[in-house]
């Protein structure tokens, strides 16, 4: 993936990344916005693919996230002071996952090796419960319609709360067997071998082009 940008384009991003984290913790669509929760997963799933996780400020963006999940309705708002919608269930609840790797690579000895950062049986209701229309689909909260776009992030956060580290030992399944989901990988929510034969199958292609060297490239690392 690092192979489809240039050196001086890569930073470029990194930076716009790294000013975009807020005082919140979270990272909003520009320098300065409140912290949102698709761009905070988009920014943060960014500096994870080009393996810079460190610029960000993990503890704060990781107390952010997890006050985004609603303790009466289980599952999780995409700002401060919002409602609950349920597309947020990968968008935040996904996070999760990408933090709990980025803490772990920095050597923090707290981390379960058992379950993530939220409270997992509580989003799982809220999907569940309250997420799904009786003729199919799911929705943002209850008396809203159903679309594609709940229906495909409802069922993924769904297989987010489910699987703790891609590990059959460590599942959460709530309700019966026909509730579990195949798990999703939490940066390109595909399926986990899908993303392994897409990454095979680039490292297999030459690389073309000369590498650019960067200049005046800001120390952030």
């Not at 913790?25 to 988009?42: M, W």
């Amino acid at each position: 993936m690092c192979l489809l940008f240039s050196v001086s384009v890569k930073w470029k991003l990194l930076f716009c990344v790294y000013r975009c984290q807020n005082w919140e913790g979270g990272i909003g669509g520009v320098p300065g916005l409140e912290a949102h929760g698709g761009y905070t997963f988009c920014g943060m799933a960014a500096m994870v693919i080009l393996q810079k996780e460190h610029m960000l400020d993990l503890k704060s963006l990781l107390h952010w996230v997890t006050s985004r999940q609603m303790r009466f309705e289980g599952g999780f708002q995409g700002r401060c002071n919002k409602l609950v919608d349920g597309c947020y269930s990968f968008w935040q609840a996904g996070l999760l996952p990408l933090l709990h790797r980025a803490l772990f690579k920095e050597g923090d000895t707290t981390l379960s090796m058992t379950s993530w950062m939220f409270e997992q049986q509580a989003l799982q209701e809220y999907i569940l419960l309250c997420c799904q229309n009786p003729a199919g689909g799911l929705l943002d909260k209850p008396g809203k319609s159903r679309d594609f776009y709940h229906t495909c992030y409802c069922l993924s956060g769904l297989s987010i709360a489910q699987h703790f580290g891609g590990s059959e030992m460590h599942e959460l399944i709530l309700g019966n067997e026909e509730n579990r989901l195949a798990p999703t990988h939490p940066v390109y929510n595909i399926c986990p071998e899908k993303v392994a034969q897409a990454v095979q199958h680039f490292h297999q292609m030459s690389v073309t082009g000369k590498r650019e060297t960067p200049s005046n490239t800001p120390n952030l690392s």
